[in-house]
């Protein structure tokens, strides 16, 4: 339980309309997740009832389910938690877009003084979310869930992951190590994230963008409860890439450094083929130094211009300015009121 006097703290800690206690929302996305669903739900539900009876959440807070295009019953299920649970609402987007974009529409069209983003499949210890608010209560605008260890992962996702975070500390990308999104966010901090258009989302790379007071809470990620990942490797590699290009131009610098280590190793090489001519009467050896450099020089140009071509895709993207989402359907008390919707 909080104190007077930190509910008035908190009260005047920012020009939001936020009472005590406060209104949260926690945003779950959903992509083909009939067999974790309604277990995810009972834990957030029973959750729910205890910070309500904490005095720390209103009985305003709900949980916003958000269906990314989903294939099998996720839809359905939410709509029967929904009618059978005052506290569920739901968001049925017009096709699948992908975590990210699912994940965004639940932040700018659910209402909250906060919102907490979390997985479906219970790989987030929810247990975390009390701690969660009381730093959001001492003034945090964001507060991050960090994995302890990466024992439930198997080698080869532990190496991958590692090393993929620091391959992002060398480029400059400044991300929080082993956080995903699983955050809390308040609603400055949304306010501002809604502020960045940009198509080629990197939710993790952004929020660092945002700046303001954080704090982090850590966690052990369990394994999936039930289902397979929605992430296979080829999506974890366009993901993986989408941060990098999204957030460092570092891959442009390396054509560059690259082009001028190359150019000076020719520039060298020439000027030892010359001097071998003037000085002694060896022959210069004839296809092996034509043909390597040539495909050498013909991989290194089509590696760069691959790279670069990458950064056109994403200019190209930028520039249609698409909408992220299209809302089908939204259901639940979270949106009988007339919300304003930022899609
Ligand atoms: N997800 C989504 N749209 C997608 C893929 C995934 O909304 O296109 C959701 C999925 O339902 C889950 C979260 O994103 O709640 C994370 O996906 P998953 O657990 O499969 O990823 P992993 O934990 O294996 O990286
Ligand atoms: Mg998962």
Redo the contacts with the bound molecule.
Sequence with gaps: MYSKAQKILFMNRSNDTATVPIRIGIV??????EDVIRETNDRLIMLINQLQSNGLISHESSIIY?D?GSRDATWSIIEALSQSHPTVSGIKLSR????QN??LCGLMTSPGDALISV???L?DDLNVIPQMIHHFLKGNEIVYGVRKSRETDTYFKRFTAEGYYKLMSIMKVDIIFNH?DYRLLSRRAINALSEYREINLFLRGLVRLLGFKSEVVEYDRAE?FAG????PLR??LSFAWQGITSFSTAPLRLITFLGITVSIVSIALAAWGFLSTLFTDSTLPGWASTVIPMYFLGGVQLFSLGIIGEYISKIYMENKSRPRFHVDQKIGTSFSKNKKNHE
Excluded: T, W
């Design positions: 779950v996305p959903c992509f083909n997740e958000i990314d699948n877009q992908g975590h699912a994940l997985d479906a499949d790989q995903a999936r397979e990942s929605k992430y999506k974890m």
